[in-house]
């Protein structure tokens, strides 16, 4: 490979692997606090890809003020769905058990609620905008402004929600939650606010992540199973409900699809799942996670 | 002669030993108790044993089969059988199928349909289940619940069984009861193994207590050395003890 | 075995049934329409993956979420051995075929995920078709040039009739291994794999052969069902609709009895055949609601509420009877 290959093989790693790192993050919150296996997170990425495209060609907002407004709304109804639905499903589940696995398929009823919405308002071909395409020149190789925008971004906001759940106060009654959230209870943490949160949360990082998907890829609205899995292999990968882990794997998977996209283009989503296999034989419990 | 014994047994989670290079030994025959406050290692040992999850360091040997490695359903067949602490019964199932589930797979060979039927039902008569065996688990109170995990286990022919608080939550009347169910089974030759916090019992009926503290064995001895001993009193001052009597 | 199960009053009753049904679809391609055939193709399909999802998922409590992926590999399958240019093997050697290939896939995969914890299988069974989907592109476009596969078509009659002896077979393994011990052994690892394993079951083994079984029904029905499309693609094959409607029929139709799938698939069939046609869209959308209304409100499915309607139905039959004394009967 000679230095140019390995410049792009880098960035576009690093960018693949950010949003990976997001989109992980996200489910990975959903799953290891409010226990969600949420199979309809790469639904919720298209849907905010969608919203981009839409607020950039009909109202000419550009993708990152529209952010503004997608974080926000994202936020809002990933603790409304939490609040309504899994609430409702904790409530009435008998065991924790039981719960992990109607949420389970609840979130994949959910997956095909929107992606049907989306489909009735979007339809199903796929569609693309243009905004700062204009090239970039990094150590000789030039890649698109939006792209690198949008790794900047990626970066600045996986490091910042990692920094969160580590060191703030919120952080750490979310981590408390996660871990034991009777214990948590009894400690003053309000069980049915902190839930839908990180529930929200989750759904928040999904809008970000598509919000950046859409500035540098074209979208459509089959787009979102492709990522759950992408999601799903790096939280197996980085250990279920490990933040950190699904932080590193997002990255490790980004630069292993740029180097297998080298070889041969059609095959990343086999080397991922090659990766996965290969880890969940030889260490059950991921990179870097919890029992 | 030891059925039963380990040396050096040792579990790490995470960076805390949870059991710390324990010796022990139980012999044939014998009803040895395990004793020791909360969080003093005893249920560990008994899944390190029963291989619910591995050990740390250190060796365990059955009959002479070192334990290290092998999966539950092995040490199973191996002839070695336990009750769980939360009880974990069969719950929508009846308390037959309960004690099938023992007969059918506790044994190194395959038991026929007949075979394990029969044996499923002179292990509910042991026990005094009879009258409800076409019940589903989950109707039965916590106490014949109990009894339904001993018959499983009991089908499951082991010649050592490991009882981990039997008579947590049981009346002083139901204690005596499980006093006596647990001597008539090592009458009929099966070694007992017991993790327990009520003193009445483990006095009563066991020949031997060892006595775990923060994952070390602090003492070992017949009940009335265990008694005596200073340290061991210490470390249940401030405990909540059953007295059960 | 316990020859006076079998002769008692309700067993007739349920035997004599089943004959009936089953004549009735013997003889209906004589006088039904070839799209009513057709429907019933569908129906009979839905069954078949439904029944065999149960057969698994039902007792385990491992939710499989790999329909898709191993009727695809069944579709393949069939493809490789009935392409249009002439069959290699005769239909039902085909049908087998695709039944092996899924068991053996099934058997593979299992053994690497069904040691782990359940939440770990789901996410590798919901990845798989994704995945397979993947590959198959991947080979049609650059191994062999050229995307989809033709088959030797079949009309809808044969497909009918070769998914009855599916279906049958697949009620026949289903029925066969809940009464056997191996059923008591997956029903005990649903109810507490650690207890289960304590007490001698091989769990990780238990798991894979019963999840390989159900592969195998899944496999039988897409090679069956290929030629009868007679051209099929990855889309087409792995498309993770196959793995979402199974789970769905179940839920709705109650997974404790063997015939709460079947009606199940058999209604929410030819809901979706009908609303296809009508509503391509909204018949997607109010299925995917349906399923988290259905998994909220009524988690037993239809033949969940059998029990509480019989308890409710019991108390009123004693109360009419002997003027308020209310003996309770034992359910039969």
Known sequence: MDKATIVWVIISGLLNGSIYALIAMGLSIQYGVAKVLNLSHGEFIMVAAWLTFAFFTSFGINPLASAAITA?????????????????????APTPAAFEGNSLLVAFGLLYVVQNIALLIWGGKPRAYFWLTSGVDILGVRF?????????????????????????????????????????????ININWVLPLCFGLGALLAGIAGLLLSMCYSISTFMGIGYTVIALIVVALGGLGSIPGSFIGGFILGIVGSIVVQFESALSMVAFYALLMILLVARPKGLLGKT | MPILEGQGVTKYFGGLAAVSNVDFHVDQGEIVGLIGPNGAGKTTLFNLISAAFPISSGEMRFKGHKLNGLKPHQICKLGVSRTFQETKVFANISVLQNVLVGAF????????????????????EFVGLTAMSALPTKDLTMVNQKRTEVARALATKPELLLLDELMAGLTPAEVSEAMELVTRIRDKGITVFMVEHV??????????????????????????????????????????????S | MDISKFTSKKSLLVAGLVLAILVFLATFPTYGSNSEVG??????????LTVSWVMFSGTTGYMSLAVAAFFGIGMYTAAFLYPKSGPLLPLPAVVIMGGLVSFVFALLTGLVTLRLKGMYFAIFTFGFSVLLYHLMVYYELQIIGYRGQRLTPITNVTAFYILIIVMVLTLLAAYLIRRSRLGLAMQSIGESEDAAAHMGVNTTMVKVITFAISAFFMGAAGAALAPKWEYIDPSVAFNMFYSFMPVLMAVFGGMRELYGPVIGAAIFAYTERTLRLRFPYYYMLSFGIALILIIIYLPGGLTGLVPTLKDKLGGVIARLRKGGQSDRHANT
């Open chain 3, 39 to 48: 429907i019933w193709v569908t129906i009979l399909m839905y069954i078949i």
């Open chain 1, 144 to 188: 698109a402004l939006n792209n690198v925008i949008a790794l900047a971004v990626a970066v600045a906001l996986g490091v910042a929600f990692y920094v969160f759940v580590n060191r703030s106060r919120l952080g750490k009654a979310i981590r408390a939650a996660a871990q034991d959230p009777a214990t948590a209870g009894l400690m003053g």
């Open chain 2, 105 to 124: 797979f506790g044994t190194p060979t395959r038991v026929s349909a007949a075979d394990a039927a029969r044996e499923a039902s002179q292990a509910l």
């Open chain 2, 199 to 244: 003193m009445k019992a483990i006095i009563g009926i066991c020949g031997r207590i060892i006595v775990l503290h923060h994952g070390e064995k602090i003492a070992e001895g017949t009940p009335q050395e265990i008694t005596a001993n200073k340290t061991v009193i210490e470390i249940y001052l401030g405990e909540e003890t059953h007295a059960g």
């Open chain 1, 72 to 92: 926000p709304l994202f936020l809002g109804i990933g603790f409304l769905i939490h609040r309504t639905i899994f609430t409702t499903l904790r409530k009435r």
